[in-house]
């Protein structure tokens, strides 16, 4: 059963005063388009021990690598040998750190073969020649994501296939071994007739959280529906919520749907997934309400066996999506954190939008028997078409939430800005 939670709760609205802890500027980066700051980036910035990392294409569209002490306010670059089609924005660099030290690299991606590299050394900012992982079904990928578990390992995850058609592949890779193999050819099959966009966290237990939404057509408008698998033995078996192991692979009629919501919803995919010390996954997006024009930022949780399902409700503008491409929308996807204490738990979902003067901002949801909700902006200044993407082992690790941010622009349909180089920052949140 699904329940709305704003069917049992009260809700308020306060405005907090919220600033940045620190900011720190990084380099100049392409801005013409949002290829360095689009939602789906797992990670833009990583941290192991006390280094973190950054990655982001400078404005001649080269990868560019940086690092820093985690209490430095300067990071040192490397501009790689690797170049990106950065008039791409589905062509995002996603990094992470295996339990070794060495950093591993993903970029330039929107149905191509792989493009994956690591670093030569442990810590280090060279990166090594390309290389393949497994050598399977790696000739057409889209939404490279690295994911890391609590023994070092890592997970690779990506689009196997095109929109309206792909299926979700999943990789993992052995530090000991030094090794990438197979552990999915089609996790999520989309029985060619829809492919799922994905978003997925790996929580302190080492439980990896997988949520989705179909899509049926190239078409944006066709997204509907978002559902859920977790797999607690390293991604090799996935069960749904109740226990009950999935037949793999998942597909529409084995789901387990969190939320059920209709086509032409204003749906967006790929938006963000957490789940607290709890092992609890909270998963924000945005859609429309069949009775509103307005879309609206949403919360879909999983507490005491049951899910539920929070509208916001604090937006007041409508738009609609359709098309394909990527599209020049009013609000970015959410990223979501959450933390449980006691009987409460709060979640904190980063957005911008355009009625708050496309400042990063952050709605803070407090949920208990009473749901709070309260606004606050993270900046002072707007950041453009940028969707935000954080240091997700940081948090984990630390409860810190540094957030990767540049002001940028984004053309309807893939369209390219004559936009001038702007600075990448860090912004340690307070």
Sequence with gaps: MIRSLNLIVVLFFTSLNLSAQNVIDVADGWSSNSVNAVVFRQNSLVTANDTQFIAFYNPDGYLTLGKRHIKSTTFKTYVTQYKGNVKDAHNCISIMVDGDGYLHVSWDHHGHPLRYARSIAPYGLKLGEKQSMAGANEDNVTYPQFFKM?????????????????????????????????????????????????????????????????????????????????????GVSWEKTNGDKYVLPVN?????????IPQRSELINQTSIVADDKGQPYIASYWREQDSDVPQYQLVTFLNGEWFHQNLRFRSSAFSLSGGGTKRIPISRPQIVAQSKGKKTIACIIFRDQERDEKVSLAKVTLGKKTKIELSDITDFGVGLWEPSFDTELWKEKGQLHLFVQKVDQVDGEGVASSKPTLVKVIEVK
């Design 150 to 234: 609590p023994d070092g390992n890592l997970i690779f995850m990506y689009r196997d296939g095109m929109s309206g058609r792909g299926n979700l592949a999943m990789q993992k890779y052995d530090t000991k071994a030094q090794k990438w193999s197979v552990l999915h050819t089609n996790l999520i099959d989309g029985e060619g007739q829809r492919n799922a966009y994905w978003q997925a966290c790996i929580d302190s237990k080492g439980t990896i959280h997988l949520s989705w939404v179909w899509r049926e057509t190239w078409d944006v408008s066709s997204n509907h529906d978002l559902c859920y698998a977790r797999s607690k033995d390293g």
């Design 252 to 260: 529409a009629k084995s789901a387990e749907y969190a939320c059920r």
